[in-house]
């Protein structure tokens, strides 16, 4: 269950933007390989569910697209807002705050989209996505494995149990392609390596271990906490590298 303090609006302070290199790396590996499968975005009317800060959305508006980009965080549709403004695409966003399982769905879209999204997390919400197109859905969960050493440190320093770190968030790629096998919804899919490293200052980084550890539902340990960041600093600042295999499911109700 996601948690009840504003997790999200906290992390879109430092959620990567649409033109962040690390993830339009991944965001390019994804359009691209969405293209390679003659998808075209060019026109299409979109539905971004869980959009963020537009990493997605504000590419495919640029492509010509038309986005409804629907986020929980008012903080996360404000920096989409603001960028889909300097990049000239406004017109082609429009943006939509709510919970996904709150949210009118009042049309079918041509493609919905999800990418790394806790707004996916079961069934229900899965079906939902799966309703909400009329041609093509995207869904980008995690792969096999997500390694963030900083984190991982941080769950262990305060509690007992091993904790999965692989399981916080959005619903695995692998689960997403069992439902639609379940549904017999022919599908393609593919898995991909990569990583990023954030770098923060101290404070930052600090109000980021908070986060992570509250989201777990952990009390965090100021003096833990800080013995655990400093560790983590090179040059004056704290790097956090996350190593990860991402999955990709590309599907076709038409
Ligand atoms: C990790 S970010 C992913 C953003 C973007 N899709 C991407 O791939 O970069 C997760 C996003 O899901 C949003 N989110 C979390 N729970 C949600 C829910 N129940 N309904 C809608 N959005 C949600 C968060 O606010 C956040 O912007």
New binding site residues.
């Given amino acids: 269950m996601?948690p009840t303090f504003n997790f999200?609006d906290n992390m879109a302070k430092r959620?990567p933007r649409f033109n962040d290199a690390s993830?339009s790396k991944d965001v390019n590996h994804i359009i691209n390989w969405c293209q390679n499968k003659n998808v075209s975005f060019e026109g299409a009317s979109i539905l971004d569910?869980?959009?963020?800060t537009g990493?997605?959305a504000i590419p495919l508006a640029q492509k010509g697209a038309h986005v409804t980009a629907?986020?929980?965080?008012e903080g996360?549709l404000a920096a989409l807002n603001e960028d889909a403004k300097e990049q000239g695409v406004s017109a082609k966003v429009h943006t939509y705050q709510s919970?996904?399982?709150a949210f009118p769905l009042n049309q079918k879209y041509d493609i919905v989209i999800a990418?790394?999204?806790?707004?996916i997390s079961d069934e229900q919400k899965i079906e939902k996505m799966l309703g909400a197109t009329k041609g093509l859905g995207i869904y980008?969960g995690w792969g096999k494995y997500r390694n963030n050493k900083l984190v991982e440190a941080l769950v262990k320093a305060h509690t007992t149990e091993e904790e999965d770190c692989a399981s916080a968030?959005c619903i695995n790629a692998n689960k997403f392609i069992e439902t639609l096998k379940e549904k017999k919804i022919p599908f393609e899919s593919d898995f991909f390596e990569t990583s990023w490293t954030d770098t923060y200052t101290f404070d930052e980084a600090k109000e980021y271990a908070y986060d992570q550890l509250k989201r777990k539902e952990i009390t965090p340990n100021e003096a833990i906490v800080e013995s655990i960041l400093v560790s983590f600093i090179k040059d004056d600042k704290v790097h956090v590298t996350t190593e990860a295999e991402k999955g990709m499911v590309l599907w076709n109700v038409a």
């Avoid at 569910?49 to 963020?52: H, L, Q, R, V």
């Avoid at 990418?115 to 707004?119: F, Q, R, V």
């Fill in positions: 996601e999200w959620y993830m569910i869980g959009a963020g990493t997605i629907m986020d929980i965080s996360m919970d996904w399982e990418s790394m999204t806790p707004a980008i968030g």
